[in-house]
């Protein structure tokens, strides 16, 4: 059980009534997320279902090639094991901790009997979340396919910096290669691009944006159409 003192940073939670997330908090546990810790593989039993805090978690998908690419990022914004929302136990790709940070977590029989209740908030939030996610997986995948690494390393970086509180994004150039699925040779000269612009700073592991508004300049529509 979470402590009650503790800063309540997830925004799906933070909108509950004040009394229906009481009753939540005997069912939800307060966890770390290590940095690169699998939370649950494609065709797993999803046993546990997230509430970020801190931190950022990617939905990742491969190939049977071994090739594998990011199709969602989830943070403070959204729950991490939705297939349990639509009435599925199985997972259906990996979700992966890209930032370190921090979750409330709970058992996915326990959210189920807790959605079964009339006038449920917590269900509502959760299918307007489930919309949002489907829009953005959707525009990444668009966007993917139209529109340059640049531009795509600018839409992801803002992603992420919207998901963390800090100017600082703690990412390796091979981590950000497989979550485009791209070279990383084209994500450091992607990366050197808006380096040179003013953009961010990047160094060995570490990016730090320097101007939110270039960024914002640097993306794609992509970026704006999932955001609204």
């Known amino acids: 059980m979470p402590e009650n003192n503790l800063p309540l940073k997830n925004l799906i939670l933070a909108a509950l009534p004040h009394r229906e997330y009481e009753r ?20 797993d ?12 978690v990617s939905l990742i998908t491969h190939m049977k090639s071994g090739a594998a690419i990011e199709v969602g990022l989830i943070g403070m914004d959204g ?17 992966v901790v890209q ?12 959210l189920k009997d807790r959605l079964k209740s009339a006038h449920n908030s917590l269900l509502t939030n959760l299918l307007l979340y489930t919309r949002t996610l489907m829009k953005q997986i959707a525009q990444t ?8 690494v640049e531009e795509r390393l600018a839409r992801w970086l803002l992603m992420c910096h919207d998901r963390v509180e ?5 990412l390796t150039q091979e981590f950000i ?10 994500v450091g000269s992607a990366a050197g691009g808006l380096q040179e612009k003013g953009v961010i700073r990047y160094s060995r592991g570490r ?19 999932a955001k609204e």
């Open 24 to 43: 939540l908090l005997p069912d939800l546990e307060f966890i770390s997320l290590p940095l690169d810790v699998t939370l649950y593989k494609s065709g």
């Open 45 to 56: 039993f999803i046993e546990y279902v997230y509430f970020p805090g801190e931190g950022v």
């Open 79 to 95: 729950m991490v094991g939705i297939p349990v929302l639509l009435g599925d136990k199985i997972a259906f790709e990996e979700a």
């Open 99 to 110: 930032i370190e940070g921090n979750a409330l977590r709970m058992k996915s029989e326990k």
């Open 141 to 148: 995948a668009a966007c993917n396919r139209l529109h340059t």
């Open 166 to 170: 800090s100017d600082e994004l703690p």
């Open 177 to 186: 290669s497989n979550m485009l699925g791209t070279r990383r040779a084209s």
């Open 207 to 225: 990016i730090t944006v320097l101007s939110r508004k270039k960024l914002e300049e640097s993306a794609c529509e992509c970026y704006l159409a």
